[in-house]
Nanobody
């Protein structure tokens, strides 16, 4: 049974940093396409960063240069390091996985099979 459990969210001031973690179980995440997505009230879920099985990364333009996606295969854990946070980064952040390789368009959320429960990130100005 595939499970994704996010942690690391919280409240920070603008300019601060957070590191989100996603512990995967029920599969070897290094062979999957893994990503971070976010959703704020009234908005559609959007892709933030995606990491494929060979280490290639894709980032949303809004987070390039500030966020870094990575994984620790030994811990079966996906990370999202978020620096220089802005109030517009406030959202529920979700970890997602897809077992059949990354979709052609990586950032839309529709292409992913498994989802965590989310962790809230709040950035105050």
């Amino acid at each position: 049974q595939v499970q994704l459990v996010e942690s690391g969210g919280g409240s920070v001031q603008s300019g601060g940093s957070l590191r989100l973690s996603c512990l995967a179980s029920g599969f070897t995440h290094s062979t999957y396409c893994m990503g971070w997505f976010r959703q704020s009230p009234g908005k559609e879920r959007e892709g933030v960063a995606v990491l494929d099985s060979v280490g290639y990364t894709t980032y949303a333009d809004s987070v390039k240069g500030r966020f870094t996606i990575s994984q620790d295969n030994a811990k079966n854990t996906l990370y999202l390091q978020m620096n220089s946070l802005k109030p517009e980064d406030t959202a529920m952040y979700y970890c997602a996985a897809r077992g059949s390789g990354c979709p052609l368009f990586r950032l839309p959320s529709q292409g992913y099979d498994y989802w965590g429960q989310g962790t809230q990130v709040t950035v105050s100005s």
